[in-house]
């Protein structure tokens, strides 16, 4: 407990939450906790892995700096774990532009972890689709049914991983496709010949965003198909489309509304998606740059009236998590309750009787972050001898500076691949 304990003190010293300090400290939020055991719930919808059915599977919350919001998203994290669902959490920045989906399924595959066991998820799939007929079959129907809309080469795939004499590299091969990495078509239809399988599938280049969509069609087919609930992805510092030019805010909004189901035609059965964005970000961005009127139209006229839809979609889900799941400052109750768990686990961290600090004020501005610093200094003063301390604490403005540099590249790309 004592090393644990330690782990999770220096996270919240650092301000960055681990799992440690997660695990222990839980959180106060149960409302939008309910509300995400059912998203996760809802993330297949129906059950029929196909396209075009109705019904969201995501939610947000919003926060200032230092309200917690990274804190409660790893604690859905554990949670969704705990119903085995596999996990991606990705903070959305310059290499993982929202606007851009193919960079941000990467980052998804890239992060994506077991509940149950440290393996890469696709190799572990791949294995364990060799070792399960009745998985793979229910696989198999899945991707050839001809409405279900994924290419001749994700059938081909599960061909050849049904074979027990396929090689080991071609396999390896496979997953990495699963993955997001590029792999040439002729390797696999070179291994298809050796398999004796060379007119059975007719294989072609996948332009990238269509290849992008339907990866993010297959991989949560793929985990279900192996035991998995679904696929959990957890996005963080969602804020940072403030600062993209408007195209590619138009872009982002759009990729986060497919991400969200919010249009039945367009959803990812098997995919729950949460984020977490700044509370100012309706005010000082959609508000204020009047996004819910331009940029929809924007798109419109580029002729992509789907993402026109789904973008204004997007901005209306943004306004109703502003409103309704907000993390407010924390009441005096969930400050002596949180002063107890701390406290605890910095006397198990240090073996060290650390003494209850008396109420500190209670601000409107006052994070709970900077509440629980405040408390570690004290006691790490009165452990090494010292006094007691004057703390001083300051606020971080959101920035919503317009920078092109931060997508330079965009989802528009994809449609030249």
Known sequence: MTLEARMAIEALRAGVPNRAAIRLMGTEQTGIEHAFEAALSAAWGDGVPA??????SGLGMAGGFGTG??????????VARQQRFVVSRVVVSKETPLSHPGHVLAAALR???LPDRPDDPIAACVTALREQPEALDAIEVAVSTPDAGFAPIFAACLFLVRRASTAPETLRRIARLWSGAKVSVPTIRQALVAAGARRTYSLKAIPVAALTEQLARFVPLL????GYAGWCILFDEIE????YTPLQRALSYAALGALLGLDGERRFPGIATTYAITDDFVTAVINAREDSETLPERLTLKGRAADAALALSAIRHIERTVLQNRLLPPTLNELSVCHDKVLRLYSSAYDWPAPPLPPVERTATRTLRQYIKGWITQWDLRRLGGGDVSLITGSIDSNYTEDATLAERHALDDDEA
Do not use: N
């Open 51 to 56: 396209r075009g059915k109705s019904g969201a």
């Open 69 to 78: 919001k990274s804190h409660l998203l790893g604690y859905l994290a554990e």
């Open 111 to 113: 992060d994506a972890t």
């Open 223 to 226: 985990f279900r198909a192996v």
């Open 240 to 243: 940072l489309i403030g600062r």
